[in-house]
């Protein structure tokens, strides 16, 4: 069993914005992590650089951050000489760490794998109403609804037979490829340089390259990191290969496409979009894509909201179960995963 250094139970924190404690841990939440640790007071904090922290700092020796959690930079890791894990109770744990976090040898472990749960169900959910081209039709105000002939311009209205196209073999990716499996005779086509072809085709997949994909998707669904070698990587000459009513589907990083080419493809009508991320998010407030009716943008909805949130806590304090015990790290995130994910 890990324990602490003069052999009592480990010393921890939560630190995260006041709004992200308040949703992601309640009174059973808390109780569980009193079981786990020693939670000298305070129990929460949302500003590391407070002075009056210096005697709890000094003796923590692992931090539950989320949303709003300060960068682990080398002036506030001095002041926690006896840190010795960072349990993300949130995705991606860029904003946390630095340089002098790995250096320390630090570990870190991140929820990511139970936020992809609804940013996964919101993607189905997207690709299956753009199968119908619900949402555009519902926001054109054009549309007849007493006349089928007025939607034609959409293209076909069907979910059978489909084949969708998923950009990265993600955590979110892995389960889209499941998800559609449901759907009557649809193929899943997988580009994903990273990922191995057996695990692709297990999951449901076919692993394909990019430009082999792109001609040949009803929807085309991207849950790549946002990394400078993925940037714009669905630009001008990739949207012009989709077929035309084809849907861009984007909840991963709004980096992925060129909005401008985005802009123009949808303007003219020839593809559908729906956006949960942009790039600039938000985007100006002049954005021809919030007019056209062939495109729905969400406020980045995808990801854990509310009760959702919750599931993550429980991620982190089954790695702090599994730490104080001296188990394997279930979702441990390296230095080396940096180059690879969000």
Request: with cysteine; charged share 25%.
């Amino acid at each position: 069993m890990t324990v602490s250094i003069d052999g009592s139970r480990l010393a921890a924190l939560v630190v995260m914005d006041r709004d992200a404690f308040d949703r992601q841990f309640d009174e059973t939440r808390l109780a569980r992590l009193g079981g786990l640790a020693c939670l000298p007071d305070p129990i929460f904090v949302d500003d590391l650089d407070d002075p009056a922290l210096e005697r709890r700092l000094a003796e923590v020796e692992v931090l539950l951050t989320g949303w709003g959690a300060p960068c682990l930079d080398a002036a506030r890791l001095d002041r926690m000489p006896r840190l010795r894990a960072m349990l993300h109770c949130a995705g991606s744990v860029r904003p946390q760490v630095s340089e002098e976090f790995w250096r320390r040898g630090i570990r870190a472990t991140s929820a990511a794998e139970a936020n992809a749960v609804p940013v996964a169900e919101y993607t189905f959910a997207a690709l299956v109403l753009a199968g119908k081209k619900a949402p555009f039709i519902a926001a054109d105000p054009a549309v007849r609804r007493d006349d089928s002939r007025s939607i034609g311009r959409y293209g076909e209205l069907s979910n059978e037979g489909r084949t969708i196209g998923v950009v990265g073999f993600s955590r979110v990716g892995r389960r889209v490829v499941q998800l559609v499996r449901q759907l009557h005779e649809a193929t899943c086509l997988v580009a994903d340089p990273v990922a191995g072809p057996e695990d692709i085709r297990a999951a449901g997949g076919v692993p394909v390259p990019l430009e082999e994909m792109l001609p040949r998707v009803d929807v085309l669904t991207l849950h790549a990191p946002a990394l400078p070698s993925t940037r714009g990587m669905i630009g001008a000459e990739q949207l012009a290969a989709l077929p035309p009513h084809a849907t861009v589907i984007n909840t991963a990083r709004g980096a992925l496409v060129d909005t401008a080419a985005l802009e123009r493809e949808c303007a003219s009508g020839r593809l559908n979009a729906i956006l949960d991320v942009t790039d600039p998010e938000p985007l100006p407030v002049d954005s021809v894509l919030y007019r056209l009716p062939n495109v729905m943008v969400t406020p980045h909805l995808a990801g854990s909201l509310g009760s959702e949130t919750k599931r993550m806590t429980d991620a982190a304090l089954d790695e702090l179960e599994r730490y104080v015990s001296g188990e394997p790290l279930r979702f441990e995130v390296t230095r080396d995963d940096m180059r690879f994910s969000a």
